[in-house]
């Protein structure tokens, strides 16, 4: 186990770094020059050059990743070319916005998803089954910006019932959870889709299993096999996808956080792009990057805790 | 060579079962997918005959109607017709799906086949290639890269087609790594077969029916993918009629009309929806060990 994460973490420090490479020879594949693309065509050559010091490009490639990764390491994401502000404040103000979003989406995904799939597996080829698959395969199809969008239709423009922009007031918590709503909603319609039908499935299969046969022989209460020990059995694929899901929400964020005008990763990556801010959008990726790798790994420890039989060494084929 | 028996490889057992529209009619999701399949496929090929305008032709005084008998969707803030954009932006949904998907399955195919036949460090280093591909959400790899690259429908092509690659790589990988050690793959070896021979004309056919499935199964999404970039101004310029360019347009005046995002969201949830339920439905004709995840 121990050799496992060891092992583990070194191809994830090795990924981590070929991200940094790769990002890096972007820039350097395309032709241009990014300073002169942010400084416009009237720039004096002068602040050109300053422009390219500021991103580094004067230098080398190994020298400009050497310095990117030296500087990672001593907690640095470097500083914005644009503003001059330092990445790591940027960073540190737009990434709980996204995390909240991405958690508070997974959570309504659970809250809703979970109970559906259940109700599914254990009424199977009834009416309210069939409804629920069509339902819950509709909703896995809608993207999260066109749900995103008919949710500020009907609510924000239509009803004016829930706030369309920003994240509220600061300091207002209440007012922080209005504007939390509509965004994560259209965020968690395709999870709760996807946790029906992979509840279902995998509840069945359960059902199906000797133990569970064998529990309800002994006589056991049908609710206690049901959610005592076939439901806990089931699960155990989900947490895996979950982990997965987090990572996956918060790459979703992007258009959910421009719809919304919410200020976080997304958006601020979304806007980096646009002016072509090339250091705020390399350190921008690499974080979604690093939580993307580590909410993976987490699920992966999770999911061997769960499942004993599963060993991790084994899976990794 | 005659003793060992060579298996009939997967595409001929895939046509063996033909007719197999006809079992993917037999379910009634199927025929729903396969209505609305055929609508887009049918909207693709005639778009000008079908649509009663041209989709850039302004028409500034009618601007952001709603549904009317001359503009059938109603216009949108410049004064074209909806109907007619949507049914042109079939053919750029269409247009970068096939290749992007065709991109990622060539080049996917070929890495997997080389990461599974040649085994040890060339193995790792693909695998290592395909993971750093995979550590970031796929919205932002492409991203970085379009902003780079800079917008253009050959761009978005090139993109999805890169983040799409290694989940074919992973799945040709790890059937090569199965059919490699099979009896009629030693037996062409010993017989002092090329390696490209024995890849190409050996392993291949028995590896590739579920890459694909797998892409079939994946055209949805590729082609939400491609309107989510328009949408965002990373895809395809204006004035091409992308899906996810007409929704843009529609966020960008909502307050004023709601026509074109309504059209445009309801047209791409239901091509999906139907591409996904006809994909659903054809694999679990074709393979029903696959239908893990299928809800009915």
Known sequence: ????????????????????????????????????????????????????????????????????????????????????????????????????????????????????????????????????????ISLTTIPSYVAGLFLLLIFAVELHTLPAMGIGKTGDIWDYVRHLILPSVALAITWIGYLSRLVRTSLLEVLNETYIRASR??????????????????????????????G??????????????????????YNAIQVRNYPLVRAGVLIVAILFILTNFIADLVYTYLDPRIQLNKRQG | MQYIEKPTNSIQRTLDRLPILGDVLRQPLGVVGFAIVLAFVI????????????????????????????????????GRDIFS???????????????????????????????????????????????MLQAFPSIMLSLA???????????????????????????????????????????ERSLGARDRAILFSHILPNVIAPALLLAAMDLPWVITFEAGLSFMGMGV???????GAILSDGFNHIFESQWPILWSGLTLALTTLGFTLFGEALRDVLDPRLSGTRGL
């Open chain 1, 1 to 136: 186990m121990l050799f496992y994460i060891i092992k583990r973490i070194l191809m994830t420090a090795l990924v981590l770094l070929l991200v940094v490479v790769f990002l890096s020879l972007l820039v350097h594949i395309v032709p241009g020059d990014p300073a002169t693309t942010i400084l416009g065509p009237r720039a004096t050559p002068g602040l050109v050059q300053k422009m390219r010091e500021a991103m580094d490009l004067d230098k080398p490639l190994y020298v400009q990743i050497s310095n990117f990764v030296w500087n990672l390491l001593r907690g640095s994401l470097g500083v914005d070319a644009v503003t001059g502000a330092p990445i790591n404040k940027l960073v540190g103000s737009a990434l709980p916005h996204t995390l909240i979003l991405a958690i508070s989406s997974l959570g309504l995904a659970i809250l809703f998803g979970i109970p559906m799939g259940v109700y599914s597996a254990t009424h199977p080829n009834s009416p309210a089954d069939r409804i629920l698959a069509v339902l819950s």
């Open chain 1, 217 to 246: 022989a002994a006589g056991l209460s049908e609710r206690l096999v049901r959610y005592r020990y076939a439901l806990k059995n089931a699960l155990i694929p989900t947490v895996a996808v979950l982990g997965v899901g987090l």
């Open chain 1, 248 to 269: 996956s929400l918060m790459g979703g964020a992007v258009f959910v956080e421009i719809i919304f005008t919410r200020p976080g990763m997304g958006l601020l990556i």
């Open chain 2, 43 to 78: 909207s693709v090929l005639f778009a000008p005959l079908i649509a009663p305008y041209d989709y850039a032709r302004q028409d500034i005084p009618n601007r952001m109607q709603g549904p009317s008998t001359t503009y059938w969707l109603g216009t949108d803030h410049i």
């Open chain 2, 85 to 131: 954009r949507l049914v042109y932006g079939s053919r750029i949904a269409f247009g970068t799906a096939i290749p992007s998907v065709g991109i990622a399955l060539v080049a996917g195919i070929f890495l997997g086949l080389i990461a599974g036949y040649a085994g040890g460090v060339v193995d790792n280093v693909i695998v290592v290639f395909m993971d």
């Open chain 2, 145 to 187: 890269i379009l902003a780079l690259l800079g917008p253009s429908l050959i761009n978005v092509i090139i993109v999805i087609g890169l983040t799409w690659m290694p989940n074919y790589a992973r799945v040709i990988r790890a059937q090569t790594l199965s059919v490699r050690e099979k009896a009629y793959v030693e037996a």
């Open chain 2, 237 to 243: 310029r204006p004035p091409s009629p992308s899906w």
